[in-house]
């Protein structure tokens, strides 16, 4: 059975710097003038230029989760046995912002985790 990693708010927020890092670094390869990427402490913004469409990504600390808002459309992850998933549908982060990512410029984008 699945169980939440986290047992307290400072292990999960070192956890969230971390992700988010990592996808930050990953959305600068993204061959696409249009991102607009901006990290901050518990948050990572896209803004695609373009459109003026933002995707965000945020830290819940009181529920453990980190929280996806794009395209009118809220996704809710928690960290279960080493991989973010949402945590409605058991989804991997990766794959929901690979697929809303290739959309969204027109290109395969494919996230690691």
């Known amino acids: 059975m699945s169980t939440r990693e986290f047992t307290d708010d400072s292990t999960f927020r070192m ?12 959305i600068d390869q993204i ?3 249009d991102l607009d990427p901006r ?9 695609f230029e373009d459109s003026g469409s933002t995707f965000v990504l945020s830290q819940q600390t009181p529920v453990h989760e980190l929280w996806l808002s794009a ?3 809220a996704w809710h992850f928690r960290r279960l046995d080493g991989a973010w998933l949402e945590r409605d549908s058991a989804e991997p982060m990766a794959e929901v912002l690979s697929q809303l990512f290739s959309g969204k410029v027109g290109l395969p984008v494919e996230f690691a985790i």
């Open 15 to 26: 956890a969230v710097n971390s992700v988010l890092h990592v996808l930050l670094d990953q």
């Open 31 to 33: 061959d696409s003038d």
């Open 39 to 47: 990290l901050s402490p518990g948050n990572l913004q896209v803004v």
């Open 71 to 73: 395209n009118l459309t």
